[in-house]
Protein backbone atom coordinates (compact mmCIF):
# COMPACT_ATOMS: atom_id res chain seq x y z
CA UNK A 1 0.00 0.00 0.00
CA UNK A 2 1.68 3.54 -0.99
CA UNK A 3 1.15 6.87 -0.35
CA UNK A 4 3.10 9.80 -1.82
CA UNK A 5 3.94 13.37 -0.99
CA UNK A 6 5.38 15.88 -3.22
CA UNK A 7 7.83 18.61 -2.05
CA UNK A 8 8.91 21.87 -3.69
CA UNK A 9 11.40 23.87 -2.08
CA UNK A 10 13.15 26.69 -2.94
CA UNK A 11 16.79 26.83 -4.24
CA UNK A 12 17.53 29.74 -1.59
CA UNK A 13 16.55 27.48 0.95
CA UNK A 14 19.98 25.39 0.58
CA UNK A 15 22.06 28.26 1.79
CA UNK A 16 20.34 28.46 5.32
CA UNK A 17 19.60 26.43 8.07
CA UNK A 18 15.79 26.44 7.75
CA UNK A 19 12.78 23.36 8.80
CA UNK A 20 9.82 23.16 6.74
CA UNK A 21 7.44 20.19 7.42
CA UNK A 22 4.80 18.83 5.09
CA UNK A 23 1.19 18.23 6.22
CA UNK A 24 0.06 14.99 7.36
CA UNK A 25 -0.35 12.27 4.89
CA UNK A 26 -2.78 9.24 4.90
CA UNK A 27 -3.12 5.80 3.19
CA UNK A 28 -6.21 5.10 1.52
CA UNK A 29 -8.35 2.56 3.01
CA UNK A 30 -6.54 2.57 6.78
CA UNK A 31 -7.65 4.33 9.53
CA UNK A 32 -5.25 6.27 12.27
CA UNK A 33 -1.70 5.63 10.24
CA UNK A 34 -0.14 9.41 9.30
CA UNK A 35 3.20 10.38 8.07
CA UNK A 36 4.67 13.47 7.21
CA UNK A 37 7.84 14.66 5.69
CA UNK A 38 10.34 16.82 7.22
CA UNK A 39 12.71 19.00 5.27
CA UNK A 40 16.33 20.33 7.22
CA UNK A 41 19.15 22.29 5.00
CA UNK A 42 22.15 22.72 6.93
CA UNK A 43 25.42 23.73 6.27
CA UNK A 44 29.11 21.35 6.80
CA UNK A 45 31.95 23.38 7.99
CA UNK A 46 30.02 26.82 5.81
CA UNK A 47 30.98 25.36 2.46
CA UNK A 48 28.68 22.21 1.69
CA UNK A 49 24.83 22.81 2.01
CA UNK A 50 23.05 19.61 2.76
CA UNK A 51 19.63 18.77 2.29
CA UNK A 52 17.83 16.46 5.13
CA UNK A 53 14.70 14.46 4.34
CA UNK A 54 12.77 12.55 7.78
CA UNK A 55 9.97 10.79 7.61
CA UNK A 56 7.80 11.29 10.62
CA UNK A 57 5.04 8.41 11.53
CA UNK A 58 1.71 8.74 13.67
CA UNK A 59 0.84 5.34 14.88
CA UNK A 60 2.81 3.00 12.70
CA UNK A 61 3.33 -0.23 13.88
CA UNK A 62 3.85 -1.92 10.58
CA UNK A 63 6.23 -2.37 8.11
CA UNK A 64 7.31 1.22 6.05
CA UNK A 65 10.00 2.34 3.85
CA UNK A 66 10.43 5.62 1.63
CA UNK A 67 11.59 6.50 -1.54
CA UNK A 68 12.84 9.89 -2.59
CA UNK A 69 12.82 10.95 -6.14
CA UNK A 70 14.16 14.16 -7.36
CA UNK A 71 12.54 15.04 -10.80
CA UNK A 72 14.80 16.07 -13.59
CA UNK A 73 14.20 18.31 -16.30
CA UNK A 74 14.66 15.75 -19.02
CA UNK A 75 12.78 12.85 -17.42
CA UNK A 76 15.74 11.12 -15.65
CA UNK A 77 14.55 11.28 -12.28
CA UNK A 78 16.84 9.95 -9.77
CA UNK A 79 16.61 8.43 -6.16
CA UNK A 80 18.25 9.59 -3.41
CA UNK A 81 19.13 8.72 0.40
CA UNK A 82 17.90 11.29 3.06
CA UNK A 83 20.74 12.86 3.40
CA UNK A 84 21.61 14.77 0.05
CA UNK A 85 24.44 16.70 -0.98
CA UNK A 86 23.74 20.23 -2.67
CA UNK A 87 26.10 19.60 -5.81
CA UNK A 88 24.23 16.01 -6.73
CA UNK A 89 21.37 18.44 -6.88
CA UNK A 90 22.10 21.10 -9.66
CA UNK A 91 20.76 18.65 -12.41
CA UNK A 92 17.32 18.69 -10.70
CA UNK A 93 16.64 22.49 -9.91
CA UNK A 94 13.89 24.29 -12.45
CA UNK A 95 13.28 27.50 -12.20
CA UNK A 96 14.75 27.65 -8.94
CA UNK A 97 12.83 24.71 -7.39
CA UNK A 98 13.34 21.31 -6.49
CA UNK A 99 10.54 19.05 -7.02
CA UNK A 100 10.52 15.54 -4.62
CA UNK A 101 8.37 13.07 -4.79
CA UNK A 102 8.58 10.91 -1.55
CA UNK A 103 7.05 7.24 -1.62
CA UNK A 104 5.68 5.76 1.18
CA UNK A 105 4.92 2.41 0.95
CA UNK A 106 3.28 0.23 4.45
CA UNK A 107 2.75 -3.45 4.48
CA UNK A 108 -0.14 -4.40 7.15
CA UNK A 109 -0.02 -7.94 7.95
CA UNK A 110 -3.06 -9.95 8.09
CA UNK A 111 -4.17 -10.71 11.12
CA UNK A 112 -7.12 -12.90 12.84
CA UNK A 113 -7.96 -11.85 16.27
CA UNK A 114 -9.72 -13.97 18.66
CA UNK A 115 -9.32 -12.03 21.64
CA UNK A 116 -11.97 -9.03 22.49
CA UNK A 117 -10.59 -7.58 25.22
CA UNK A 118 -9.56 -4.47 23.69
CA UNK A 119 -12.74 -3.90 22.16
CA UNK A 120 -14.76 -0.67 22.39
CA UNK A 121 -18.27 -0.80 21.92
CA UNK A 122 -21.23 1.71 22.27
CA UNK A 123 -24.85 2.21 21.65
CA UNK A 124 -26.96 5.37 21.99
CA UNK A 125 -30.71 5.14 22.80
CA UNK A 126 -31.38 6.70 19.47
CA UNK A 127 -29.37 4.04 17.89
CA UNK A 128 -31.55 0.84 19.24
CA UNK A 129 -34.64 2.25 18.85
CA UNK A 130 -35.79 2.30 15.56
CA UNK A 131 -37.18 5.41 13.99
CA UNK A 132 -40.73 3.61 13.79
CA UNK A 133 -44.08 5.48 15.05
CA UNK A 134 -45.85 2.84 16.10
CA UNK A 135 -43.29 2.31 18.68
CA UNK A 136 -43.93 6.00 20.41
CA UNK A 137 -46.30 5.86 23.54
CA UNK A 138 -45.73 9.44 24.48
CA UNK A 139 -46.68 12.49 22.64
CA UNK A 140 -45.13 16.13 23.68
CA UNK A 141 -46.57 19.33 22.83
CA UNK A 142 -44.87 22.56 22.63
CA UNK A 143 -45.59 25.92 21.52
CA UNK A 144 -47.57 26.12 18.88
CA UNK A 145 -48.77 22.78 18.76
CA UNK A 146 -45.80 21.40 17.44
CA UNK A 147 -44.54 17.91 19.23
CA UNK A 148 -41.92 15.63 20.16
CA UNK A 149 -42.46 11.82 20.09
CA UNK A 150 -40.75 9.85 22.97
CA UNK A 151 -41.18 6.58 25.12
CA UNK A 152 -42.77 7.12 28.68
CA UNK A 153 -40.83 4.06 29.85
CA UNK A 154 -37.49 5.62 28.59
CA UNK A 155 -38.35 9.04 30.28
CA UNK A 156 -39.53 7.39 33.81
CA UNK A 157 -36.22 5.92 34.20
CA UNK A 158 -34.52 9.67 33.84
CA UNK A 159 -36.56 12.07 35.68
CA UNK A 160 -38.84 11.63 39.00
CA UNK A 161 -41.62 13.64 37.80
CA UNK A 162 -41.56 11.99 34.74
CA UNK A 163 -42.26 8.72 36.76
CA UNK A 164 -44.80 10.32 39.29
CA UNK A 165 -46.20 10.85 35.87
CA UNK A 166 -46.70 8.14 34.02
CA UNK A 167 -46.99 5.51 37.29
CA UNK A 168 -50.03 7.10 38.50
CA UNK A 169 -53.77 7.47 37.32
CA UNK A 170 -53.05 10.88 35.49
CA UNK A 171 -54.22 12.73 32.79
CA UNK A 172 -51.22 11.91 30.80
CA UNK A 173 -50.79 8.48 31.63
CA UNK A 174 -54.36 7.44 30.29
CA UNK A 175 -53.41 9.81 27.27
CA UNK A 176 -50.31 9.29 26.38
CA UNK A 177 -49.58 13.21 26.15
CA UNK A 178 -47.98 15.73 27.69
CA UNK A 179 -47.88 19.62 27.06
CA UNK A 180 -45.28 22.06 27.71
CA UNK A 181 -45.37 25.40 27.25
CA UNK A 182 -43.01 27.13 29.30
CA UNK A 183 -40.06 25.88 27.32
CA UNK A 184 -40.03 26.73 23.48
CA UNK A 185 -39.88 23.79 20.98
CA UNK A 186 -36.29 24.00 20.40
CA UNK A 187 -34.99 24.04 23.81
CA UNK A 188 -37.37 20.89 24.43
CA UNK A 189 -36.82 18.95 21.39
CA UNK A 190 -32.99 19.32 22.77
CA UNK A 191 -33.15 18.33 26.02
CA UNK A 192 -35.46 14.84 24.51
CA UNK A 193 -32.65 14.52 22.21
CA UNK A 194 -29.79 14.97 24.67
CA UNK A 195 -31.49 12.21 26.32
CA UNK A 196 -31.46 9.81 23.77
CA UNK A 197 -27.93 10.25 23.46
CA UNK A 198 -27.89 12.63 19.91
CA UNK A 199 -25.29 15.28 20.14
CA UNK A 200 -26.00 19.07 22.05
CA UNK A 201 -24.39 21.58 19.67
CA UNK A 202 -25.48 24.69 21.20
CA UNK A 203 -25.45 28.31 19.35
CA UNK A 204 -25.74 30.27 22.33
CA UNK A 205 -25.15 30.59 25.66
CA UNK A 206 -29.45 30.98 26.09
CA UNK A 207 -29.22 27.04 24.26
CA UNK A 208 -27.61 25.96 27.43
CA UNK A 209 -29.37 27.64 30.41
CA UNK A 210 -32.90 26.72 28.63
CA UNK A 211 -31.82 23.10 28.36
CA UNK A 212 -30.55 23.69 32.23
CA UNK A 213 -33.79 24.87 33.38
CA UNK A 214 -35.69 21.89 31.79
CA UNK A 215 -33.29 19.22 33.40
CA UNK A 216 -33.72 21.30 36.66
CA UNK A 217 -37.67 21.26 36.58
CA UNK A 218 -37.67 17.94 35.64
CA UNK A 219 -34.99 16.76 38.08
CA UNK A 220 -32.70 15.07 35.74
CA UNK A 221 -30.02 15.43 37.87
CA UNK A 222 -27.22 14.28 36.08
CA UNK A 223 -28.01 16.73 33.11
CA UNK A 224 -28.20 19.08 35.79
CA UNK A 225 -24.71 18.50 37.06
CA UNK A 226 -22.63 18.12 33.43
CA UNK A 227 -24.44 21.61 32.53
CA UNK A 228 -23.24 22.92 35.94
CA UNK A 229 -20.14 22.08 35.08
CA UNK A 230 -19.97 23.15 31.73
CA UNK A 231 -21.12 26.36 32.46
CA UNK A 232 -18.67 26.69 35.49
CA UNK A 233 -15.54 26.38 32.60
CA UNK A 234 -17.36 28.07 29.81
CA UNK A 235 -18.58 31.37 31.91
CA UNK A 236 -17.81 35.00 30.29
CA UNK A 237 -18.34 38.13 30.56
CA UNK A 238 -19.84 38.37 27.90
CA UNK A 239 -22.39 35.62 28.73
CA UNK A 240 -22.25 36.53 32.51
CA UNK A 241 -25.68 38.35 33.14
CA UNK A 242 -27.76 35.75 31.42
CA UNK A 243 -26.08 33.02 33.92
CA UNK A 244 -26.36 35.40 36.65
CA UNK A 245 -29.87 35.70 35.63
CA UNK A 246 -30.82 32.12 35.52
CA UNK A 247 -28.56 31.45 38.70
CA UNK A 248 -31.20 33.83 40.97
CA UNK A 249 -34.31 32.99 38.80
CA UNK A 250 -34.47 29.28 39.58
CA UNK A 251 -31.99 29.42 42.39
CA UNK A 252 -29.79 27.37 41.68
CA UNK A 253 -26.67 27.70 44.61
CA UNK A 254 -24.25 25.98 42.88
CA UNK A 255 -24.42 28.43 39.86
CA UNK A 256 -24.93 31.51 42.49
CA UNK A 257 -21.29 30.66 44.08
CA UNK A 258 -19.84 30.35 40.37
CA UNK A 259 -20.74 33.75 39.27
CA UNK A 260 -20.03 34.88 43.11
CA UNK A 261 -16.37 33.87 42.72
CA UNK A 262 -16.03 35.08 38.95
CA UNK A 263 -17.54 39.00 40.07
CA UNK A 264 -14.94 38.75 42.37
CA UNK A 265 -12.24 37.67 39.94
CA UNK A 266 -13.47 40.11 37.40
CA UNK A 267 -13.70 43.64 38.98
CA UNK A 268 -17.60 43.67 38.46
CA UNK A 269 -18.24 43.06 35.09
CA UNK A 270 -21.29 45.54 33.97
CA UNK A 271 -24.57 43.83 34.40
CA UNK A 272 -27.24 46.05 32.25
CA UNK A 273 -30.43 43.03 32.64
CA UNK A 274 -30.00 42.31 35.90
CA UNK A 275 -32.28 43.30 39.09
CA UNK A 276 -30.39 45.41 41.77
CA UNK A 277 -31.08 43.32 44.46
CA UNK A 278 -29.34 40.34 42.47
CA UNK A 279 -26.20 42.27 42.31
CA UNK A 280 -26.40 43.44 46.39
CA UNK A 281 -26.62 39.23 46.67
CA UNK A 282 -24.42 38.18 44.49
CA UNK A 283 -21.82 40.68 45.73
CA UNK A 284 -22.48 39.73 49.21
CA UNK A 285 -21.58 36.31 48.34
CA UNK A 286 -18.28 37.33 46.21
CA UNK A 287 -16.70 38.50 50.15
CA UNK A 288 -17.75 35.35 51.90
Not at 181 to 210: C, R, W
Amino acid sequence: MNSVIQLEIDQAMLWNNVEIETPMCKFDGVDGFEWSVVCQTREVLRRYPHLILKVKRNNFNHRFSCDITAKSPNGKDRSFSVEIDHADLRPYIVNGRITFNITATCVIPFCHKTDATNAKLQLQPFEIVEKCDDLYDLKIVTEKDNFILAHKGFLLTMSPVFNAMFTHNTKESQTGVIEIKDFDHATVKSAINLLYGHLLEPKSIQDVVGVLRFAEKYIIKTVVIHFETWLNENITVDNFDCVVKHAWDHSSDKLKEICARFYRQHIKPELRDVNPDVVADMARLSLS
